[in-house]
């Protein structure tokens, strides 16, 4: 039999490394298999917009994945046993030779969850697409969390839904990552959006009433909703893989395991070492190369193929203000801000352009490769 490589989660990590892995193994005897709890991909870039009521494209795996030669197995994960070299998945055991866990993450725990809704996740984004869609004029939406994705979700909201009351709270200053010129454009968007915004309060527990905030006062919430960062998928930690306390597995610069070398990491499930000393954060810009790096380091040593030379590295971060205005703040390698920046429509197309790239890039090998089409048609949410 040939080598048996089982893939765990078809998100912009694990289809980015399948597909690469696919045309570097095509020939060989390698067996691929892509593991994914659902059919379609989900553009998780998008996922304030799903809340806000937007429907997305569709794109099913099948599409994207055909040619390849790898295959697809649509199942529910529920556990890695590393010492057995065995995957649960919908009850069914899955043995492999390499495992490419890219699981994931979703919102980060937050207390009192059953108070607070989320866009992290396409399940939690329905919901709250739900809960909104049932929300009457002058509600108060709270966004607790001052990063990208709270920003991007407060200002979705607020312009989808300009009869509703939209707040956010941040324990730093709005946009506080900005250089002053971009900064000073987000205050701006937001106060044309309406939002209210609570610099420098830490949120410690949430009721039926709102936030609360650690000197005990309470900013008033129909809906609260979390946006404090990132949880990798609990599985890994479960596994018995070195993971972090975030319960991220830890990788070295080739994306393996530096605690059993037959498993490579990718994506938010991955601790791997970025530019500037620091570990890559959380995001899609860093978790498409990483697929990229895992399946060309596991293709160089199961087929001898050249190992990539390509480093992470960061260029910008993107953020939507609605579907009208954006800021795109330009960085260093190591994600810190440069200078130059961009707003306004210049800015929306940038990003928009970005979400669209990253999906085009699974229907097109890149740099060369098999062309193909990614189905795409307009279905309601998720
Ligand atoms: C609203 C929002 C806006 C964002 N905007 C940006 C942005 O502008 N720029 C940026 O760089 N990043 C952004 N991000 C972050 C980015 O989406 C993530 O970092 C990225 O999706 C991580 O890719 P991934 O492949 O590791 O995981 P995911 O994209 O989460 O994919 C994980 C895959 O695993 C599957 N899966 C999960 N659990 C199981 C299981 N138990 N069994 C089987 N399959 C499973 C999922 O269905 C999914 O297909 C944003 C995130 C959100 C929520």
Same mark, same amino acid.
């Given at each position: 039999?040939?080598?048996r ?6 998100g912009y990590?694990?289809? &980015?490394?399948?597909?690469r892995?696919? &045309? ?6 390698a ?6 709890d ?9 996922? #304030? ?30 556990s ?7 995957? &649960? ?5 899955l043995?492999?030779?390499?495992l ?9 725990p ?8 989320? @866009?992290?996740?396409?399940v939690?984004?329905?919901?709250l697409?739900? $809960?909104?869609?049932?929300a ?6 709270? =966004?607790?969390g ?18 509703l009351?939209?707040?956010?709270a941040t ?18 968007g937001f106060?044309r ?6 610099e420098?309060? $830490? =949120? ?16 008033? @919430? ?8 990132f ?14 306390g975030?319960?991220?597995v830890?990788v070295?610069?080739a994306m393996r395991?530096v ?5 490579? @990491?990718i994506?938010d499930a @991955?601790l791997?070492p ?18 990229w790096?895992?399946?060309? #380091?596991?293709?160089a040593?199961?087929?001898? $193929?050249r190992?990539? &030379? ?23 390698a190591?994600?810190r801000?440069?200078?130059?920046y961009?707003?306004?429509?210049v800015a ?6 970005l ?14 490769g098999? $062309?193909?089409t ?9």
């Amino acid at each position: 039999m040939g080598h048996r490589i089982l893939m765990l989660g078809a998100g912009y990590a694990g289809l &980015t490394a399948a597909r690469r892995l696919g &045309t570097l193994l095509r020939g060989t005897d390698a067996e691929i298999v892509l593991v994914n709890d659902r059919t379609d991909f989900v553009e998780r870039l998008r996922l #304030h917009q799903v809340a806000a009521g937007q429907d997305l494209p569709r794109y099913e795996l099948a599409e994207l994945l055909r040619g390849t030669g790898v295959r697809r197995h649509c199942a529910r994960v529920e556990s890695v046993d590393v010492d057995r070299r065995t995957v &649960t998945a919908d009850g069914e055991p899955l043995a492999y030779d390499t495992l490419v866990y890219g699981l994931g993450s979703s919102g980060a725990p937050m207390p009192d969850a059953e108070h607070v809704w989320s @866009a992290a996740s396409p399940v939690s984004a329905m919901r709250l697409r739900g $809960r909104l869609t049932r929300a009457a004029a002058g509600e108060r939406v709270l =966004v607790v969390g001052g990063g990208l994705t709270g920003l991007e979700v407060a200002a979705e909201i607020a312009e989808a839904r300009p009869e509703l009351s939209v707040a956010l709270a941040t324990s730093g200053g709005l946009g506080d990552r900005l250089v002053p010129g971009a900064r000073a454009h987000l205050r701006k968007g937001f106060a044309r959006l309406g939002i209210e915004v609570f610099e420098g309060v $830490r =949120v410690e527990r949430f009721t039926e009433a709102g936030a609360i905030l650690a000197d005990g006062s309470v900013v008033a @919430a129909d809906i609260a909703i979390g946006a404090t960062g990132f949880a990798p998928n609990p599985i890994a930690a479960a596994s018995g893989l070195e993971v972090d306390g975030r319960g991220q597995v830890v990788v070295d610069a080739a994306m393996r395991s530096v605690s059993h070398p037959e498993v490579f @990491a990718i994506g938010d499930a @991955a601790l791997a070492p970025g530019p500037g000393d620091r570990p890559l954060r959380m995001s899609c810009s860093s978790g498409m190369p990483t697929g990229w790096l895992a399946a060309g #380091h596991l293709a160089a040593a199961i087929a001898g $193929r050249r190992p990539p &030379t390509l480093r992470v590295r960061y260029f910008h971060q993107t953020i939507s203000l609605g579907r009208r205005d954006a800021v795109v703040q330009f960085v260093t390698a190591d994600d810190r801000p440069r200078r130059a920046y961009l707003t306004g429509p210049v800015a929306v197309r940038y990003k928009e352009a970005l979400c669209r790239v990253a999906v085009w890039s699974f229907a097109h090998d890149l740099p060369a490769g098999r $062309r193909g089409t990614a189905a795409a048609q307009r279905v309601p949410g998720v």
